[in-house]
């Protein structure tokens, strides 16, 4: 996974459409996770679970606590790549 917000974005769009066949157009930095993503608690722990894998970075669930948007979860990566492995 890339190392700056637009390559994140880009992958995690990817991500989406591959673990919960989202619509690719459908998925802004805008987008909200639960209301219109439709994703559950159960996705959310997929998807993170699924992203420490791509990213070899494991996260926190308290960073994923105020996570509400696409543009959030591209944050939270972003940082944690940041920081190191």
């Not at 998807?47 to 944050?75: A, G, M, R």
Request: without cysteine; aromatic residues 8%; glycine residues 4%.
């Amino acid at each position: 996974m890339g190392k700056d917000k637009e390559q994140i974005y880009l992958e995690l769009k990817k991500t989406l459409n591959k673990l919960f066949e989202i619509e690719l157009d459908s998925i802004t930095l805008e987008s909200r996770l639960y209301e219109e993503l439709d994703l559950d608690s159960i996705d959310a722990v997929d998807l993170i679970v699924h992203l420490q894998t791509i990213t070899k970075h494991k996260f926190k669930p308290e960073e994923f606590k105020s996570v509400k948007t696409v543009s959030d979860v591209v944050d939270v990566i972003y940082t944690g790549l940041q920081s190191g492995y």
